[in-house]
């Protein structure tokens, strides 16, 4: 979680090399917040909202339906608050607000209702329905049940303050400007630019000092009435990539399931990952995912990475887009940095120094490539990025040096235990991919990844009497970091090879047990997904975003890695907790939540910080179904191992719509854990 600003939750460390601040960003580009707080604020709580995502376009709002200008609530368009006010009242008075809900990932819909006369009784016989859009638009219709004709007027009162997000989200967005009339509508300037808010139909009225709009409405009895608001902002638009009208990179894949909650999870994450797409103005066939909404609207290299790479059964076209966007910010120069994927320093929890997500990328590239390239990547998309993977392959040879561990660059006295899992297996899949187009530094990669094995079997494994544990980092003097935390789960995470094999992990068969039992022991597994610190650890906080949340993200790490390892027990339980954390998120995760111990007719507690949509999360909701089919690719070999997990957790389940091979693929596993493939590739062979 990136925050903008200090806060009492934690935050990014400031900076690196070719990294914005921990400011939030839309596609790819600094939001910088106001003057620097003089002392930690809170951000403006996120979970209460209702936050609609079309990106460039955000609409936060509450349960109400109003926009009062308060804390985060308005329509945003690429980074900037475009309205920050839209109230209205029909007949003098705000309408009672009933219910308020998504109806996708860019729409939101809310209800409200009145009494038209103090004689009617309790009942009210005006019902107002407003239907709120990401892309900058609202449609507000009122229908009468009354016996009599109404005349009501209805006013709408408009303000913005054109104020940029990184302000926003500190309390210090400023004053709302002055309106002028505009056409039907009023229209905002600043020297940042000017926004319009054109209605229809036109108002009877326009008073551009109170920002206010005004239609006198006559109702017949049944009878409705509807206006339409249209938010745009000068040179705004054309860096959206829209999922539901365009053919975008994601397939349109679809569950069923003895158990009904499959479906929807999908359905939700499919959703949310095309809210969050981006593309770059200067190359726009190249797509990608924002980090998530609202503080992270841009490309955050790590993340993108790792969501693509969790989508890849929804096609191929994202992990393309994304490493070819992310070959252009490859650093050059010939210094040690040469090769290396910039990223901002993230912080790490209590117990160890911030963590660098450029060194996290640069070693997810070439496994992205090399596993999509085994799920059907074109041979010219892989031609194409290989020149960038044997870059980072050489960045990480020259920074592990004649040493064995890599360190950090921001912390280069911690050797931290999930970067060693990130490393050997970006070696091992790196240096099969060199292999496979005849590039040089394939023995030199397998030799390390070796040494890396011998070395650290003895240094990052903390014997005690439950039967050990790995070691969360190991200083340069040999201390070990020993508690248990989250990312022990990347040892299991060994990446994909040919022939639907998995590649070797730092672990022995006794030690990947025992990595599992902890996994799966209740002082990791809070009943709602993995938590990042274990429960009894000292500093454990079920808030901490790296010390006891839930983050769906490292659970399917952890799921996925549990299941190809055959521990189906330990992995069922992860992702059943997960799927009843989504009920009580509408099947639409945020990127984490409380790890507080699930009990009897409990919810999880939802984090005040939390992006939602999360690309990473999202993501991770379908690795963690498509992971019960066990599907391993081949594309080059035309082939597909299928590996289903034997104890089908969720009963019978199908998917249809997937892609292996650039071809639509459908399976399906029934209740004894027996999978079928019903449709694929031609030429695509099962193999055993």
């Not at 990025?385 to 921001?410: F, I, K, Q, S």
């Not at 996994?519 to 808030?543: I, K, Q």
């Not at 699930?598 to 939602?612: K, L």
Request: hydrophobic share 40%.
């Amino acid at each position: 979680m990136v925050l903008p600003i200090s806060s009492p939750a934690g935050r990014e460390a400031r900076a690196t090399e070719g990294s914005a601040g921990p400011t939030p960003s839309i596609h790819g580009t600094r939001v910088p917040a106001a003057a620097e707080p003089r002392g930690p604020l809170e951000l403006p709580p996120a979970h209460t909202t209702l936050i609609c995502v079309a990106l460039p376009g955000l609409a936060i709002s509450t349960d109400r339906g109003q926009l009062t200008g308060q804390g985060l609530e308005g329509f945003y368009s690429g980074g900037r608050r475009t309205l920050s006010r839209c109230w209205l009242r029909v007949a003098g008075r705000d309408p009672l607000a009933v219910r308020a809900r998504m109806l996708s990932a860019d729409r939101a819909h809310f209800v409200a209702v009145l009494r038209s006369f103090a004689d009617t009784g309790p009942d009210p016989d005006l019902i107002v329905e407003r239907t709120r859009d990401a892309s900058g638009s609202e449609q507000i219709t009122l229908r009468s049940s009354s016996p009599r004709t109404l005349r009501l007027p209805v006013e709408v009162a408009l303000g913005t303050d054109l104020a940029e997000l990184g302000a926003v989200a500190s309390g210090r967005s400023g004053r709302e400007l002055p309106a002028s009339v505009h056409g039907s509508g009023l229209r905002w300037g600043a020297s940042s630019g000017h926004v319009t808010v054109t209605a229809e139909p036109p108002p009877q009225d326009a008073l551009a000092s109170a920002g206010l709009l005004r239609w006198d409405v006559e109702l017949p009895p049944g009878g409705s009435y509807t206006v339409g608001l249209t938010i745009r902002q000068a040179g705004a638009g054309g860096v959206r990539v829209p999922g539901r009208s365009w053919a975008g990179p994601l397939s349109a894949a679809a569950a069923t399931s003895d158990d009904p909650r499959a479906a929807a999870l999908l359905g939700g994450a499919i959703q949310d990952l095309e809210a969050l797409l981006l593309r770059d103005p200067a190359h726009p066939t190249d797509l990608y995912l924002a980090a998530g909404a609202p503080w992270r609207c841009g490309l955050a290299p790590a993340e993108a990475l790792a969501a693509a790479r969790m989508s890849l059964p929804l096609g191929t076209r994202l992990a393309a887009g994304t490493l070819r966007t992310l070959a252009r910010t490859q650093l050059g120069g010939g210094g040690a940095d040469t090769g290396k994927i910039p990223g901002p320093l993230r912080d790490a929890g209590p117990h160890l120094p911030p963590s660098c997500t450029g060194a996290e990328a640069t070693l997810l590239f070439p496994v992205l490539l090399a596993e999509a390239r085994r799920w059907g990547l074109p041979e010219r998309d892989v031609r194409e990025t290989l020149p960038a993977a044997e870059n980072c392959l050489r960045w990480l040879m020259t920074a592990v040096g004649d040493g064995t561990y890599l360190t950090d660059p921001g912390a280069a006295d911690f050797a931290r235990c999930e970067t060693q899992a990130h490393a050997h297996r970006a070696a091992l899949l790196g240096a099969d991919l060199l292999e496979t187009y005849g590039r040089p530094g394939a023995p030199g990669l397998r030799q390390w990844a070796q040494a890396l094995r011998s070395a650290f079997h003895d240094d990052f494994w903390v014997a005690d009497r439950g039967g050990g544990r790995p070691a969360a980092a190991r200083t340069a003097d040999g201390r070990q970091v020993q508690q248990l935390a989250s990312g022990g789960a990347y040892l299991l995470d060994t990446g994909l090879l040919g022939g639907g094999m998995f590649a070797r992990g730092l672990l022995d068969r006794t030690r990947t047990q025992q990595l599992a039992r902890l996994l799966g022991s209740p002082a990791m597994d809070a009943g709602w997904g993995l938590r990042t610190l274990g429960r009894g650890e000292e500093r454990y906080n079920p808030f901490g975003h790296r010390s006891g949340t839930v983050r769906v993200h490292e659970t399917a790490v952890a799921v996925h890695g549990l299941t190809v390892a055959g521990y189906e027990k330990e992995a069922s339980g992860l992702l059943l907790g997960v799927l009843a954390a989504a009920e009580a998120f509408d099947h639409r995760l945020p990127e984490m939540y409380a790890g507080e111990r699930r009990t009897a007719g409990a919810v999880p507690w939802p984090h005040p910080a939390a992006c939602r949509p999360a690309a990473a999360a999202s993501a991770a909701a379908v690795r963690l179904l498509v992971d019960l089919a066990g599907i391993r690719p081949d594309a080059p070999a035309g082939s597909v191992v299928l590996s289903p997990v034997r104890g089908a957790p969720l009963g019978a389940i199908g998917f249809t719509g997937l892609s292996v091979a650039d071809a639509p693929f459908s399976v399906r596993v029934s209740r004894l854990g027996v999978a079928m493939i019903e449709e694929a590739a031609d030429g695509l062979r099962l193999r055993t």
